[in-house]
């Protein structure tokens, strides 16, 4: 396989080439008069957000291989304008997001907004665009006005190459404000984001997958929050904390719990939830993202935001099997603030979350795996690994569908769909109790989920595929095309 070749061939290569960086000056030197917004200084930094102003977000974004600290460890790693995770974009529903990205890397790559509802095709959100190294790619699309407030993200999609370059970095989170961030008590709630990412780091690089890594899902036992061993977080003593969480990982699944305190679900996927649920533990699987509330209740210290651990169908594979299902670790730290006076309460109500109608169509897709010869393990959707020639799914635009998701596989699938959020209606026959907008589900071994969509606005095709991206690149996806109505 190229994809394959390519891959080792960019991870031999650890440090920067003087060539590299020459290049980056000549095509900043080049950028002229682009933008008024934040740009990256040829081999420098972007700022950790970025927001939009006056209905518009101009951002110079590049991606490159750069020494960056992760878990106080320095690492070459992949990195958005110099950072891991990438720089936070900010904007509102109704905005524009213009953003020039250049390929600085050794290889191809593209950029895909993860659970934006836009168009795409052209130079929005187009994961059949491919970036070659040292080229620039403009996208650029408008945020719908009534898009709803909520947690998304950035992340390389070029099939083939996905899984190594997030695993090496590449992932940035995508904030839409709106009705959501209103709320009193959430306006009022300290506001924190956490990118969960694990890293595979020797000698300051991080080492090529095994064979076995990439069947299972490759995984680094180094796990951090926000690019760092011990994050922290601060609560108001009688305040919120509002976590954002985002599952940046390849592979790897998070079990969270916060010690003596409940996590209270504002909003999922795709935003806000009807009303706070109180969780006792949350799982995050690849792709996914929560919102929760933390209510500083309990006797002023420090709690440890801890991960349980989760055997999703691994452990007993390989010779790596170990590392999968290892215990309880920390990944935070929870530290109590100073007093808010007086105290905030939960949110009662926070926006409806509209039941979709009742499905014109029902579709069934069947996730497993297999050997090809010449390819090893492949991974499959009914019965047949990704091909870029053949649309899989044909939908109108205006329909409501229903999809059984079944997963004839011995691994967990996270089964994620581009541009249209939806919602879950059962799983193995039992209705789901909290309705709520999502793009990933997870899909265990031997469940069948069902999921209701609307296939809504853009006209165009796009994918939805299993986001353990070793899966992905494996084949585990399928094009889906959205065809305006009437026919
Ligand atoms: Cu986050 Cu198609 O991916
Ligand atoms: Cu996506
Ligand atoms: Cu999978």
Redesign the pocket.
């Known amino acids: 396989m190229p994809e394959e070749h390519s891959e080792r061939k960019g991870m031999s290569g650890g440090k920067l080439s003087r060539r590299a960086v020459i290049g980056a000056a000549a095509a900043l030197a080049g950028a002229g008069l682009w933008g008024r917004g934040a740009r990256a200084q040829g081999q420098g930094t972007l700022p950790g957000a970025i927001k939009s102003q006056d209905g518009l977000l101009t951002v110079e974004l590049d991606a490159g291989l750069r020494p960056v600290t992760v878990a106080g460890q320095l690492v070459q790693l992949f990195a958005y304008g110099g950072r891991v995770p990438g720089p936070r974009l900010e904007l509102k529903a109704g905005d524009t997001l213009r953003l020039r990205f250049v390929n600085r890397l050794k290889e191809p790559t593209n950029l895909?907004f993860?659970?934006l509802h836009v168009s795409p095709s052209g130079n929005a959100d187009n994961?059949f665009l491919e970036v070659p190294p040292g080229a620039t790619q403009d996208y650029e699309f408008q945020i719908p006005a009534d898009h709803p407030a909520g947690t998304f993200?950035y992340?390389p999609?070029l099939h083939g190459l996905v899984a190594k370059q997030v695993f090496l970095g590449l992932s940035g989170l995508l904030i839409v404000r709106g009705a959501l961030d209103e709320i009193p008590e959430v306006a009022a709630a300290n506001e924190a984001f956490a990118v969960l990412k694990d890293f595979a780091i020797q000698g300051g690089q991080v080492p090529p997958p095994a064979p076995m890594d990439t069947v299972q899902g490759r995984e680094g036992p180094v796990v951090t929050v926000n690019g760092k061993a011990r994050e922290r977080f601060v609560v108001p003593r009688g305040g919120l904390l509002r976590l954002r969480l985002l599952n940046a990982s390849s592979s790897r699944f998070y079990h969270l719990r916060l010690e003596n305190h409940p996590l209270y679900l504002i909003a999922t996927d795709g935003g806000a939830l009807s009303e706070p649920v109180e969780l006792d533990t949350l799982l995050l699987a690849p792709?996914e993202r929560a919102e929760v509330l933390i209510r500083g209740d309990r006797n002023p210290g420090s709690y440890r935001l801890l991960d349980l651990g989760y055997d999703r169908g691994v452990a007993g594979m390989g010779a790596f099997g170990g590392t999968r299902q290892a215990g309880t670790r920390v990944l935070a730290e929870i530290v109590y603030g100073e007093a808010r006076r007086p105290a905030l309460p939960l949110p009662e109500r926070l926006l409806p979350v509209v039941p979709l109608e009742n499905p014109v169509r029902t579709r069934r897709f069947v996730l497993g795996h297999g050997m090809q010869m010449g390819r090893g393990m492949v991974f499959m959707i009914n019965g047949r690994i990704f091909s870029p020639q053949r649309v899989d799914t044909s939908v109108r635009l205006g329909e409501v569908e229903e999809w059984e998701i079944v997963n004839a596989g011995v691994m967990d699938h996270p089964f994620?769909l581009?541009t249209n959020p939806f919602q879950i209606v059962s799983r193995n026959g039992y209705p789901e109790t909290v309705r709520a907008w999502k793009d990933v589900v997870l899909v265990r071994r031997g469940e069948r989920v069902r999921i209701r969509v609307a296939f809504k606005d853009f006209p165009g095709k796009t994918?939805y595929?299993c986001?353990i991206l070793d899966h992905?690149d494996l084949g585990m996806m399928g094009i889906i095309e959205f065809r305006e109505g009437g026919v």
Do not use: M
């Open positions: 895909h993860h659970g994961i993200w992340h999609h792709g994620h581009h994918v595929h986001h992905e």
